[in-house]
């Protein structure tokens, strides 16, 4: 008895949830993609990466501006210590000081320019980063939106089945009273009606892991009144079956759109301007510095009738100002010079094997994209004529069943292969949108 209301308590909950589920709000896959956009944690990291960049950009540009510095000091001088004339004698003074320098690079085998360049590319690098993590959230929300509404279509499938189950126990009983049916027969049509109750209550529970797997990657905490739109599936299945190419004709637009591609494409050419920049340091640099200082002098042990100079005066007669180059030559810096400008070039080719690398894998990915899509076409066509052949075995048995010249075993036989057939389809119908709309993103082809 426990059993019994057990199990009627979870088919009255699944089989409230397709009406709770239109009372919310339902999202399309558009929608999805933008709201994970904004909150997803992955992609706001390579958005914090990008910010990053651009700081480190910024510093190597200002680097070329004068660099300006100033001090001031205050000494006290005991006992034997030299005078403002530099003369040494018993004193107690005290000296204060102050002084301002700037100084700017002029020449410096142009590092500063090329590790300009090189910022800049990596900006550039991590800007495809940023669009490459945004692109696979994408796919994701997108593998997940096809999960959910294939897990709704197998709870719907599900409680189709429950109806036939309540419609076998029903067509079972009156068997039994019309003596062309034993009372096991019953017996069995109930045991299947309780699994099938229990198959409604897990796809039930497999919707709603579905919906939480796509809000949690949308980064969505309010997967309560969350719920999504359902297109024309129909539709959808005709487009994408019309729309697949050639894997040459995917492969040649994702090597111009790709940001994988277009990432290992700028790293190489930051890493040949990163060569540019480790060897301009055998070149001489030369600098232009200016200064500027004064001084005051306080004398605490002057004979009686003497006094230091006023303060107007010594900064008058102590100011010192001062312009200058520097040139400076490198002639021996123990190999490390040597040993950058050898780091830098095994970085060029390390990136050159990158961005093989990532063509090779775009390749595969297309190729596998594509044969993945007709594969799914071909399995989903293959389904749906076993659905058709399924549901006219189901109708054949029913007759038969009902005409008293079948059995409970066999009929139930040929109710499970049409669920399973339904189910398979389903399966395979969205499995063939997932992979079509993954060779067409690598087309060019926007996911929504």
């Not at 487009?239 to 990432?263: C, D």
């Not at 006023?310 to 040139?327: E, K, P, R, T, V």
């Not at 989903?380 to 008293?404: H, I, N, P, R």
Request: charged share 20%.
């Amino acid at each position: 008895m426990k059993k019994i209301v057990l199990l009627s308590a979870m088919l009255f909950f699944s089989g409230s949830l397709l009406t709770a589920q239109s009372q919310k709000k339902a999202w399309t896959l558009e929608e999805c993609i933008e709201y994970a956009m904004e909150n997803n944690i992955g992609v706001k990291r390579y958005e914090l990466a990008k910010e990053n960049q651009e700081i480190t950009v910024e510093t190597t540009r200002f680097s070329r501006l004068p660099d300006l510095s100033a001090n001031v000091g205050q000494t006290f001088y005991f006992g034997r210590t030299p005078d403002r004339d530099g003369v040494y004698q018993d004193q107690t003074g005290s000296n204060s000081s102050l002084g301002i320098n700037t100084s700017v690079n002029l020449f410096s085998g142009f590092q500063v320019t090329n590790q300009i360049k090189a910022d800049k590319l990596e900006l550039q690098a991590a800007v495809e980063d940023l669009n490459r993590a945004r692109e696979d959230l994408s796919l994701a929300v997108t593998g997940y939106y096809l999960q959910v509404l294939l897990s709704r279509e197998l709870y719907e499938i599900a409680l189709d089945q429950l109806e036939l189950n309540k419609k076998q126990v029903e067509q079972t009983r009156l068997l039994v009273e019309a003596g062309k049916s034993s009372e096991s027969d019953l017996y069995d049509a109930k045991s299947s009606l309780a699994q099938q109750e229990m198959q409604v209550t897990e796809s039930a529970n497999n919707f709603q892991l579905a919906l939480l797997d796509l809000t949690q990657t949308m980064n969505l905490p309010d997967v309560e009144n969350f719920d999504v739109a359902l297109p024309d599936v129909s539709d959808m299945i005709s487009r994408e079956a019309a729309g697949l190419v050639m894997p040459a004709q995917a492969y040649h637009v994702s090597l111009l759109q790709r940001p994988a591609i277009k990432a290992a494409e700028y790293r190489l050419e930051g890493s040949e301007m990163s060569l540019k920049a480790a060897k301009g340091a055998y070149y001489p640099s030369l600098r232009l510095g200016a200064g500027y200082s004064n001084s005051y002098y306080y004398n605490y042990s002057l004979a009686a009738g003497m006094s230091n100079a006023s303060l107007a005066d010594q900064l008058a007669q102590n100011s010192a100002q001062s312009i200058g180059l520097s040139l400076s030559v490198p002639l021996f810096n123990k190999m490390a010079t040597r040993n950058r400008v050898r780091s830098a070039r095994l970085n060029i080719e390390n990136q050159e094997l990158l961005l093989s690398q990532a063509k090779q894998d775009l390749y595969k990915e297309v190729q596998q994209a594509y044969y993945n899509a007709v594969a799914a076409h071909e399995k989903y066509k293959s389904s749906e004529t076993a659905v058709e052949a399924a549901s006219l075995a189901y109708e054949f048995e029913e007759q038969k069943y009902e005409a008293g010249r079948s059995n409970i075993y066999t009929f139930d036989q040929v109710r499970l292969r049409l669920s399973a057939a339904r189910s398979e389809t389903a399966q395979a119908k969205y499995n063939f949108l997932f992979r079509s709309r993954i060779l067409a993103f690598y087309n060019g082809v926007s996911l929504f």
